[in-house]
C-alpha cells in the first residue's frame, strides 16, 4: 500500500493551479474534465503520480468557495532552506500565516503559508525534527 494523493476542493482552478505551479514550483501532472457531473480534476506534484504523493485539486463547476471546517489540518511541504523559501514566497505575494520557527515544545522548525483558497500549508525544514 502507499499514500497516493490528499484532495483539496477549490474555488477557482486556474488561480490554484497557478499558486501551486508558479508559487509551490509543482508540476501539473494530470487533468481530467467529467462533463456529465461537471467537475474538473488537477493532479500535481513534485515526481510523478506513480511514485509519489500528489495533491489533486477538484474544481466543482459553479462552486467558487467551501466552508473548511473544523476537521481540515493542514497539508505539509519539506522544504531545504525554510527561511530562504518563506522570504521566496513573500517576494511572490504569498501569505505567510506563522513565520518560520521551532514548533512549540520542540526544535523541527516549521511555518505555516496559505493558499488561494485559505487552505494552511504547513512547511518544514528538512532535517531540524
Not at 490554484?16 to 508559487?23: A, D, K, L, Q, V
Not at 501539473?28 to 500528489?54: A, H, P, Q
Not at 463547476?61 to 523559501?85: E, F, K, P, R
Not at 522548525?109 to 512547511?123: N, Q, R, T
Request: charged residues 25%.
Amino acid at each position: 500500500m502507499r499514500l497516493m494523493h490528499t484532495m483539496l476542493r477549490v474555488g477557482d482552478l486556474d488561480r490554484s493551479i497557478s499558486f501551486y505551479t508558479n508559487i509551490l514550483g509543482m508540476k501539473e501532472l494530470k487533468r481530467s474534465e467529467n462533463e456529465e457531473y461537471k467537475y474538473t480534476l488537477s493532479f500535481l506534484g513534485y515526481d510523478s503520480i506513480e511514485s509519489s504523493t500528489v495533491l489533486e485539486l477538484t474544481y466543482n463547476w459553479g462552486i467558487d468557495s467551501y466552508d473548511h471546517g473544523q476537521a481540515y489540518g493542514h497539508i505539509a511541504i519539506g522544504v531545504d532552506d525554510i527561511y530562504t523559501t518563506c522570504q521566496l514566497l513573500k517576494d511572490k505575494g504569498c501569505v505567510i500565516s506563522r513565520e518560520p520557527g521551532p514548533v512549540k515544545g520542540g526544535t523541527t522548525v516549521i511555518a505555516f503559508i496559505k493558499d488561494p483558497d485559505g487552505y494552511s500549508i504547513e512547511l518544514i525544514q528538512e532535517g531540524s525534527n
